[in-house]
T-cell receptor
Framework: GNSVTQMEGPVTLSEEAFLTINCTYT??????LFWYVQYPGEGLQLLLK?????DKGSNKGFEATYRKETTSFHLEKGSVQVSDSAVYFC???????????FGKGITLSVRP | NAGVMQNPRHLVRRRGQEARLRCSPM?????VYWYRQLPEEGLKFMVY????????ESGMPKERFSAEFPKEGPSILRIQQVVRGDSAAYFC????????????????FGQGTRLTVV
């Protein structure tokens, strides 16, 4: 079956540090891949997406590139802010009748 | 262009009562997902529905839980005879599917219903 694996957390960084959150996927076929963010007490918001190999999704300074050769979709940001503190979920979907599959999520805390 | 609407936002039920959670998808969306989230845990898939059809219910507990998405009206997640362990945040998401050539579309989430069983 399809699965998404995220690195273990939580992650604590100082403001302006570089962020990488790893995500790899296992799927039959070619998935579309997503990063979602959840702020405290809220629902999930789509952060960025990529629908085919070599696509780069970007939003709010975050980037992720769909790497078919390594089956990865790592999330990066060059300089994090305190307001980026949230839970980040990697997700993928592969077909018309397949569900949107999430990784376990990772909590990011950014210190001033 | 309203987003995914869930109600109620907070629901308190006594053990043994029924809980009904409602989800109105975004306009034009014909697919709905339900997920459960426990504190400090990730999202657990429950069920995936298309209008009048259950596509995947592999995450639904076999007893007390049911879901529907009728032709008209919101999707409903029903939990009968609730127990303390049902206390969680329940999230609904909706999407509409495009063909494989242009990629599968993302799902948009509601704000969730926080169920507390006392």
């Amino acid at each position: 079956g399809n699965s998404v694996t995220q690195m273990e957390g939580p992650v604590t960084l100082s403001e302006e540090a570089f962020l990488t959150i790893n995500c790899t996927y296992t799927a039959t076929g070619y998935p579309s891949l997503f990063w979602y963010v959840q702020y405290p007490g809220e629902g999930l918001q789509l952060l960025l997406k990529a629908t085919k190999a070599d696509d780069k999704g970007s939003n709010k300074g975050f980037e992720a590139t769909y790497r078919k050769e390594t089956t990865s979709f790592h999330l990066e940001k060059g300089s994090v802010q305190v307001s980026d503190s949230a839970v980040y979920f990697c997700a993928g979907i592969t077909g018309a009748n397949s569900k949107l599959t999430f990784g376990k999520g990772i909590t990011l805390s950014v210190r001033p | 262009n309203a987003g995914v609407m869930q109600n109620p936002r907070h629901l308190v039920r006594r053990r043994g009562q029924e809980a009904r959670l409602r989800c109105s998808p975004m306009k034009g969306h014909s697919h709905v997902y339900w997920y459960r989230q426990l504190p400090e845990e990730g999202l657990k898939f429950m069920v995936y529905l298309q209008k009048e059809n259950i596509i995947d219910e592999s995450g639904m507990p076999k007893e007390r839980f049911s879901a529907e998405f009728p032709k008209e009206g919101p999707s409903i997640l029903r939990i009968q005879q609730v127990v303390r362990g049902d206390s969680a945040a329940y999230f609904c998401a909706s999407s509409h599917r495009l063909g494989q050539g242009v990629g599968w579309t993302e799902a948009f989430f509601g704000q969730g219903t926080r169920l507390t069983v006392v």
